[in-house]
């Protein structure tokens, strides 16, 4: 049987994943974008590098619906959900870490889904023992392994990771960047994640674009 013309768009749109094109940005009077063009297959991470003021955190808030370009077309991100890792944790501090997990799962599970799928993710980032624990009790590298499983506990199609790993030392950058690949490997979301550390680029099997 014949593909019609719709369904043999709708395969053609499915493998190319996501698009910007021709995209245009200024801020200041400083051209961060001029016709920027980016290719992102579905599934994959993306590392985008490029040293402080180059555009990477705009880059982000663009491809979030946070702010508009000046102009260009961004295509496949219509509708899609987004959950975002920063440079720093943001945990609600009222919260346990198990609370702030459960916060951001859907609504559809139960009282009891809900614990075991946020414990779930608290064993995938080594954190047995704290699910109890408030933010204020648990070291940097720690708050920022509960919003690795928050950012996995959100039913989302993207995530967004804005510079997450900055001023960590690199053991526990590497470390950070194990366990969540761990998850990412079971769960295989598109991953756009920006860095102006070169190293950091290393620490994952993802395509890297250099802004300069």
């Not at 204020?136 to 996995?152: E, H, N, T, W």
């Not at 950070?176 to 994640?193: A, L, N």
């Amino acid at each position: 049987m014949e593909r019609s013309q719709t369904e043999n768009l709708n395969m053609e749109n499915s493998k190319m994943g996501f698009q910007i094109k021709n995209l245009n940005m200024s801020f200041n009077g400083v051209t961060l974008f001029r016709d920027f063009n980016l290719d992102i297959e579905e599934g994959t991470i993306t590392c985008i590098l490029g040293p402080s003021g180059c555009g990477k955190s705009t880059l982000l808030n663009i491809i979030g619906g946070i702010i508009l370009p000046d102009s260009g077309t961004l295509i496949g991100f219509e509708n899609k959900v987004f959950s975002y890792i920063f440079q720093e944790p943001r945990l609600l501090p009222w919260k346990t870490v198990r609370e702030n997990i459960e916060f951001v799962l859907g609504g559809d599970l139960s009282p009891v889904q809900r614990r075991i799928e946020a414990d779930r993710l608290i064993r995938k980032v080594k954190l047995d023992g704290f699910a109890s624990y408030y933010p204020s009790q648990l070291s940097g590298g720690m708050r920022q392994r509960v919003s690795i499983a928050r950012a996995f506990a959100c039913h989302s199609d993207i995530i967004l990771m804005d510079e997450p790993l900055n001023g960590l030392d690199f053991s526990l950058k590497e470390s950070m960047m194990q366990w969540f690949s761990q998850i990412w490997k079971e769960d295989r979301r598109t991953v756009i994640f920006v860095t102006h550390n070169i190293d950091e680029t290393q620490l994952t099997l993802a395509r890297v674009v250099n802004l300069g």
